[in-house]
């Protein structure tokens, strides 16, 4: 696979080439508002990531997505084997370093010590390093330009990846009609507060 070219078709990879693709593939970032600095790296087949952060809140109430990637929408899918793949690659390769480990048992989780836009920024990374694609061009670009951030063709990783930013006004209403302080979700008020106050080209998936 090469990157010479934006415009270079993409390749399909020969070792998943025999896999079929999940109906539904995500890879998704949460957050607990309550402290900005863990995040929950998921990957999960279920028809939408919403329903697996569902099921985390009969446990933990302040779960919200922060950002998601829709991989069944690339060129040839996303195999529930790459899936697995990838959910080992971070774990082993300590992508976003040592897992958060269960406090009853000490098994590693999902969650890491790291910012979730850290996080999605090595996840983006990551995708296009592995040379996913959308409509048979890579995510991945070698050139600057207006629909280049980070080394990604955002127009292409747009049509998979979803950013969670909701109003301050959203925050504060959902809290309310939830019945939970704002001394809770402070810390994830004053980042959507920062964020939403940053220039349009650093916020290219809004």
Request: aromatic share 14%.
């Amino acid at each position: 696979m090469g990157f010479d070219s934006d415009d270079e078709p993409a390749e399909r990879s020969e070792y998943y080439a025999a896999c079929p693709p999940s109906p539904h593939a995500w890879l998704y970032i949460a957050v607990d508002v309550r402290d900005m600095g863990i995040a929950k790296i998921g990957l999960t087949t279920k028809r939408t990531p919403e329903m697996r952060i569902a099921e985390g809140r009969t446990y933990n109430p302040f779960l919200v997505l922060f950002t998601t990637y829709d991989l069944a929408r690339c060129t040839w899918g996303t195999s529930a084997k790459e899936l697995a793949d990838i959910e080992r690659y971070i774990h082993r390769r300590a992508v976003f370093g040592t897992p958060i480990g269960h406090l009853a048992t000490g098994r590693s989780s999902e969650w890491f010590r790291i910012h979730p836009e850290q996080a999605e920024s090595i996840v983006d990374a990551m995708l296009a390093k592995r040379g996913f694609s959308v409509g048979e061009r890579y995510l991945y670009s070698s050139y600057d330009g207006p629909d280049v951030f980070d080394q990604i063709r955002v127009s292409r990783m747009r049509e998979i990846k979803t950013v969670y930013r909701p109003s301050l006004r959203a925050v504060i209403d959902d809290s309310i009609n939830a019945g939970i302080p704002d001394e809770y979700y402070r810390e994830y008020y004053n980042f959507l507060r920062a964020y939403h106050s940053r220039p349009q080209a650093e916020r290219p998936y809004d």
